[in-house]
């Protein structure tokens, strides 16, 4: 059984500060990992995705995750926040074989000024 | 539209009423896929359809829930005697194939059991 636990319901940083993410999963097999992204009142969107290739996977808008199997983590990153990425933030497993995502509980982010 | 449509995007509706959601997928995915999203909570994966393969239905709450996909392309999610429990975003996503896991989602269609 996959599943995925975002260890933070919601992260607050300001602006220009980093931002860390943070998300543990549990998988039997070797998954694939995922980033999403929604914004308010908008649709998902794919931030970024690891496959079993490089195990540092850069994103969209200067995020990258970093896959780490001895701590079966898939934390997400950000040198320096910027108010636009306030948004709630998805992290999701999938069996590489394909099939249905699962998706994590979501931590939403906020940038104070 | 290029990308995936739903229909209603807001639906408010008595308790006891059956309600019918649709999606449009991106033209050419061949996997499609309903997720539920309530208050505060993340996604709750319903069902997903890959081709001509039989459904994956393991995330329907209940026999009040079913989908349908026919030719491959459009979808609708039909829920019978509504509750109020029922109340969330319904979100549709489709997929060139359910082994990339690039999901693209549709903006969801709100639904409110009154």
């Known amino acids: 059984a996959q599943s995925v636990t975002q260890l933070d319901s919601h992260v607050s940083v300001s602006e220009g500060t980093p931002v860390l993410l943070r998300c543990n999963y549990s998988?039997?097999?070797?998954?694939?990992l995922f980033w999403y992204v929604q914004h308010p009142n908008k649709g998902l969107q794919l931030l970024l995705k690891?496959?079993?290739?490089?195990?540092l996977v850069k994103g969209i808008n200067g995020f990258e995750a970093e896959f780490k199997k001895s701590e079966t983590s898939f934390h997400l990153t950000k040198p320096s926040a910027h108010m636009s990425d306030a948004a709630e933030y998805f992290c999701?497993?999938?069996?590489?074989?394909?099939?249905?995502?699962?998706f994590g509980q979501g931590t939403e982010l906020s940038v104070k000024p | 539209g290029a990308g995936v449509s739903q229909s209603p995007s807001n639906k408010v509706t008595e308790k006891g009423k059956d309600v019918e959601l649709r999606c449009d997928p991106i033209?050419?995915?061949?996997?499609l896929y309903w997720y539920r999203q309530s208050l505060g909570q993340g996604l709750e994966f319903l069902i997903y359809?890959?081709?001509?393969?039989?459904?994956?239905k393991s995330g329907l709450p209940s026999d009040r829930f079913s989908a349908e996909r026919t030719g491959g392309s459009v979808s609708t999610l039909t829920i019978q005697r509504t509750q109020q429990e029922d109340s969330a975003v319904y979100l549709c996503?489709?997929?060139?194939?359910?082994?990339?896991?690039?999901?693209?989602f549709g903006e969801g269609s709100r639904l409110t059991v009154l």
């Open positions: 033209s050419g995915h061949t996997a």
């Open positions: 690891y496959t079993s290739a490089a195990t």
């Open positions: 996503a489709s997929s060139f194939t359910s082994r990339t896991g690039e999901l693209f």
């Open positions: 359809f890959q081709g001509n393969s039989a459904p994956d």
């Open positions: 998988s039997s097999y070797s998954p694939s």
């Open positions: 999701v497993v999938s069996p590489n074989q394909g099939g249905k995502l699962i």
